[in-house]
Structures are given as structure tokens and as C-alpha cells.
């Protein structure tokens, strides 16, 4: 099986708030002094003029410019200018102290939000919630385009700097404006941060048709998640399970080590589990020892928001064992980074590598695609009711935040008979049996009470499994390959 040298993790940048995994990341221990990074080259090369072109502009600066500036700060502007010229959101410069905070994230646990985020033109966006985070209780959304922290604006802001500050201590609050896709209002969130434990692996026992079928959620790939997952499925197997479904909606990815580890349990040695691949074409695989696969039938289960290391896996699993995969379209990172860390402790991460699929294939900007599609119902989906301080949402009002209601209504289980946002008499009525069934005062009218215990119901019924429309394709389709 071939090996990497370094610690090899699959990325986005998590904000802890966190910052996470959409890539195969290498982070090497190489050491050299931060300004070598910008001015120790060949004097006969004509980098050697580009890089006396920026200590002159650096001198110019810091002689001549009317006020004091540090000549750290110019560095690591050089730096990060370099590496935003690349127009790559996965290469990136940290500061030491950005850095720390990175790989804090990848750890058992971090205070923050809890949401992976990374650089769509220049919005900061989400690219998952994780399960059970501040973040994914609040309402937030794969896709979500943060557009102001705290009422300032993330305009002009690098990644980096939007994640720092949206992090912040447990307990307190960032107040974050977001805009949805295919709706013309913003929302406004108000998360109070806390700390995030990485338990990432969660299992139970399924009975379908008197089946027992064994499921296991996967929310994302940190340094423990191979060992919760084999104590996982060693429980399961003990208890005779007859099919398997491996869960990694909404995982963000992590390290490539613990995917590795997974897939070498149902991936034979017949076909590598990843490859990567250098900008010659050079290409080196992860391959298992495994010579038979197990006795009963696996389903994958993926979405828009599975990204990076959750891809590598589910693109071993359907390529590499033949197992059918559920849900949706997944994210779509096929690219490396490389992380060099300096001797000051700040660190760049740079695009260095390809990461293919077990047949080859690219799937970067393109996602996996599922065997059987099954979107899940508009509710999963619903923003947050908008309301204005003082007012409400009522009878013959139309609009986004009316649909929206509707399709919440729905969710919690009282049906407004439509959904096409305009505020009739059957949606006042469902509106007054809610109220009335959660012991708020019956108006008929949404106020920011009614809406808040709303959207706390609706998050209840989807944590619940019981609807999930992507979780009973998966057994129905295991149901078939038992029989």
C-alpha cells in the first residue's frame, strides 16, 4: 500500500466556528525563516529581480511611507498577495496564529459555531453545518452566502479573516446576515458559539422487515474517527447485522489517514481506494490488504454538503466495491493541498496535487452522483422566518418568508394545503392549530415567538430520521440486495 511522508488530511477551512476539510492536505514539518519564504532565490534567475522588486517596495514602505508599519505586516501581505494572484480558495497563508486555530479544528474539539465555509467568488459560503453544532441548530445551510458578521460587511474580507471573526469563545454571540439561494431576502442569525466535541462516529440498529440493518453516521474524518468507527461496527457486526449503511450527508471531510483506514475494510486489494496525481501526471495510490469483502450488502449515503474526504469514501465505495450510493449530488473537491509550516509557526497551503477516484475519475467541480437520487422534502431546506422587530406574518401577506412558513408548517405536521407563498385562510388556520398545540397565544398571525417554537419543531421532526426520504431509499435499496 503506498504511504505519504506528513500527516495527511482531507480539507475545506473549518471554522471552528470551524474550519474543515474539502481536499487531501499534507502538512509536512519543513522549517525556514519567514522572510526566506519570499527572498531566498537563484540570483541568476529572474525571480531573483521579482523578489528585490519587493524588498525595495518593502523598503520604500517602511522608510518612507507617513506612518509606522511593521515589517511582518508587509511580509505576510506579500505572501498572501502571491497566493490570491493563484485565484485557488484551497491555497492559502496563515499567520501562526490562524494556523493553530486550523489545526485545533481537526482535533476531538473547538469552540465555535460549528459550520465548514470556504470562498465562492468572493463570498464567504457555507458548505456544510455540523451535525449538532450552534451553527446547524440556527438554521444555517449548505450554500448560505454569509454576506455581513456582527453588521460588517465580508466584502474585501479573505477567508481567514472572515473565520476569525466569526470565532469567539463559548457563550458568546455573532450575529451573522446571510443570503439564500433562490431567495431575494436576507436572513439574520443570531448564534451563541459553544464547544463543538468531535464524537464523529454514531451507530444503531435499524429494523427494516425484521431486518437488522446497521447504520453508521459518519460527521466528519478526525484524528479518532477510524477507531470510533471500527468499535462501531464491531458492535454491530455482533449483533448480526444484514446489510450496512454508511452515512456522510453533511461531512466536510478531514484526514485522509482515517478514510483510508475505513474504506480498507470493504475495498479489496483489486483497486486502489484514492489516487493522487502531480501536475507530470505521476500518479500514487492508497490500496487495501483486504483480499474478501463482507457478507452483506453496504449503501453510502451522500449529499450536496458531503465534501473532500467523505467523496474520497464514497468514491471508493462505488468504484472501488461496487456499492450503490444514495442521496444527492455530492460538493465537488477533487484537489490536495500541501501545508509548509515555518519556523515562525505560520503556514502556507498550497494546490499541489489531483486526487482521483478508484477508476480515475476527476470529480472536482462536478461532485459524485448518486446511484438513486432522492431529494429530501423543501422543509429540509426552509430559511428561518425574517421577521421585522414589532411586526408578523398574516392573512393576505405574500412573499418568500410566507413560502417559507408554509413549508415549515408542513414539516411540524400542520398543513397549510399550499405552498406557493401567498397567506390564505388554510395556512391561518394551520398557523392558529400550531399556536394552539404549543401553547402560544392563538392570533393566526406569525410573531417572532410563534416562528422561533416553529422552527424548533421543524429541526426536531428532521433530526428525528423519521422523514427522511434519503434514509428509506437507502433501506429499500439494501432490501432488494438482501433478497
Known amino acids: ?46 525571480t531573483s529581480s521579482e523578489a528585490k522588486k519587493i524588498n525595495v517596495i518593502h523598503d520604500l514602505i517602511e522608510k518612507s511611507y507617513y506612518k509606522k508599519v511593521s515589517s511582518d505586516k508587509l511580509y505576510d501581505g506579500a505572501i498572501k498577495g502571491m497566493i490570491e ?49 450552534p451553527a446547524e441548530k440556527a438554521g444555517l445551510r449548505p450554500n448560505d452566502q454569509i454576506l455581513t458578521i456582527n453588521g460588517k460587511s465580508t466584502s474585501g474580507l479573505s477567508l481567514d479573516q472572515a473565520v476569525n471573526k466569526i470565532k469567539g469563545p463559548s457563550g458568546t454571540v455573532v450575529k451573522l446576515e446571510v443570503k439564500r439561494s433562490g431567495s431575494t431576502n436576507t436572513v439574520a442569525f443570531n448564534i451563541k458559539r459553544g464547544k463543538i466535541p468531535l464524537t464523529t462516529v454514531n451507530s444503531k440498529v435499524i429494523k427494516n422487515n425484521q431486518k437488522p440493518i446497521g447504520y453508521i453516521n459518519i460527521t466528519s474524518f478526525n484524528e479518532n474517527t477510524d477507531k470510533e468507527f471500527n468499535k462501531s461496527l464491531n458492535a454491530l457486526e455482533d449483533k448480526n447485522i444484514q446489510g450496512l449503511i454508511i452515512d456522510v450527508r453533511g461531512n466536510p ?17 483489486d483497486k486502489p481506494i484514492v489516487q493522487v496525481e502531480d501536475r507530470q501526471g505521476k500518479r500514487d495510490q492508497f490500496r487495501s490488504s483486504l483480499t474478501k469483502k463482507k457478507p452483506y450488502p453496504i449503501v453510502t449515503l451522500i449529499d450536496e454538503g458531503s465534501a473532500s474526504a467523505s467523496e474520497i469514501l464514497a468514491g471508493a465505495m462505488s468504484e ?65 422566518l425574517n421577521i421585522k422587530k414589532g411586526s408578523v406574518i398574516s392573512y393576505d401577506q405574500t ?54 417554537a416553529l422552527q424548533a419543531s421543524v429541526l426536531k421532526v428532521i433530526s428525528s430520521g423519521d422523514h427522511d426520504k434519503q434514509l428509506k431509499a437507502a433501506l429499500r435499496t439494501l432490501d432488494k440486495e438482501i433478497k
Do not use: C
Open 1 to 46: 500500500m503506498k504511504k505519504f511522508n506528513g500527516k495527511i488530511v482531507a480539507l475545506l477551512v473549518v471554522i471552528a466556528l470551524v474550519v474543515g476539510a474539502a481536499a487531501s492536505y499534507f502538512v509536512t514539518s519543513t522549517t525556514m525563516k519567514h522572510s526566506q519564504a519570499v527572498v531566498n532565490v537563484d540570483s541568476t534567475s529572474q
Open 85 to 133: 494572484a493563484l485565484g485557488d480558495p484551497f491555497s492559502s497563508y496563515m499567520d501562526a496564529k490562524t494556523a493553530s486555530s486550523f489545526n485545533e479544528s481537526l482535533s476531538s474539539s473547538f469552540e465555535g459555531i460549528g459550520a465548514e465555509v470556504q470562498m465562492v467568488g468572493d463570498r464567504v459560503t457555507i458548505v456544510s453545518p455540523i451535525k449538532g453544532s
Open 253 to 269: 471531510g478531514g484526514y485522509l489517514q482515517a478514510v483510508e483506514s475505513i474504506a480498507s475494510q470493504f475495498i479489496t486489494k
Open 320 to 384: 472501488g466495491g461496487g456499492y450503490p450510493l444514495v442521496g444527492m449530488k455530492s460538493f465537488g473537491k477533487g484537489t490536495v493541498q500541501q501545508g509548509i509550516e515555518m519556523s515562525d509557526k505560520s503556514e502556507v497551503k498550497l494546490t499541489m496535487f489531483k486526487w482521483l477516484t478508484p477508476d480515475g475519475n476527476w470529480i472536482h467541480k462536478k461532485g459524485i452522483q448518486p446511484d438513486v437520487k432522492v431529494k429530501q422534502p423543501d422543509y429540509y431546506f426552509a430559511s428561518p
Open 399 to 452: 412573499g418568500t418568508n410566507v413560502t417559507n412558513l408554509q413549508k415549515m408548517l408542513i414539516g411540524a405536521g400542520f398543513d397549510p394545503g399550499r405552498e406557493d407563498g401567498y397567506y390564505n385562510k388554510s395556512t391561518d388556520n394551520a398557523v392558529r392549530q400550531f399556536q394552539k398545540a404549543k401553547n402560544l397565544p392563538v392570533t393566526g398571525s406569525v410573531n417572532q415567538a410563534t416562528a422561533d
